[in-house]
């Protein structure tokens, strides 16, 4: 028998699921932010910022 | 002045402060770290290529994440993967149930949110966890605001189905009525 009636605790207890799925989703990206990014991602930007450089340097 | 100056920053100079959340993004939609780097390589090679088409003094970061899911979702039409299963790769409910003191692990909220369509877990992280607005996300996403709300609203209730707090899936029989019955409205609410 499911009771549908809608005691306070239960509404508490529905808030209390709706928050926690918001407070996890918001935990799957910090989770992510905080890891360090690998090195290669900045060498990557480096790379691409001096051949640029070295362009601009032969085109002059 | 102070305006003049921005115009004159280059935005190319700028990317590497937003590698870090690029790449959360990208782990939160690929949830495969390896897939994430090569989505945030390509992105960064496209972003840089591209700078001309990016509008100065709008948000690099929304332009950023633009790409991202771009480069991800036609990669993704290329290679098709082959699983029947457009609702995502594990379908099954997961039965999961809160804790007794009523707290869902994360690891077992993990395994939901990996089996949610990547259109699911890309409309939850844009709008609900990465602090989007709804205006920005459907920007990104290339829909109206409305298109996100309602599919923002249908990926909380699969979610709420896969962690099994639906309501008529059975799967707290044994469990008393009370506990049914609010976990049947707490998937009810999320629509």
Known sequence: MRNQGSKPEQDGQVDQIKAQIEENLKRVYQSALVEEVPDRFKLLLQQLKDKEALRDEVQR | ?191
Do not use: C
């Open chain 2, 1 to 191: 002045m102070n305006l003049a100056v921005a115009a004159d920053i280059d935005p190319r100079d700028q990317l590497v402060e937003h590698l870090r959340p690029l790449r959360a993004f990208a782990i939160s939609l690929t949830r495969n770290v390896t897939a994430a780097d090569d989505l945030v390589q390509e992105t960064i090679l496209k972003a840089w290529a591209g700078i001309d088409k990016f509008q100065r003094g709008s948000n690099l970061q929304a332009w950023l994440f633009t790409i991202l899911r771009n480069t991800y979702y036609s990669s993704l039409r290329k290679s098709r993967r082959e699983v029947a299963d457009p609702d995502g790769v594990h379908a099954a409910t997961l039965s999961v149930k809160p804790d007794h003191d009523g707290r869902m692990a994360f690891t077992d909220f993990l395994r939901a949110f990996d089996a949610l369509s990547d259109e699911h877990r890309e409309v939850l992280i844009l709008v609900g966890a990465s602090g989007f607005t709804t205006d920005e996300a459907a920007a990104m996403m290339g829909v109206a605001a409305g298109t996100v709300k309602s599919r923002a609203s249908r990926a909380r209730k699969r979610l709420a189905h896969l962690l099994g707090l639906a309501e008529g899936e059975g799967m707290f029989s044994g469990i008393d009525a009370v506990t049914d019955a609010v976990i049947g409205r707490a998937a009810a609410a999320m629509e």
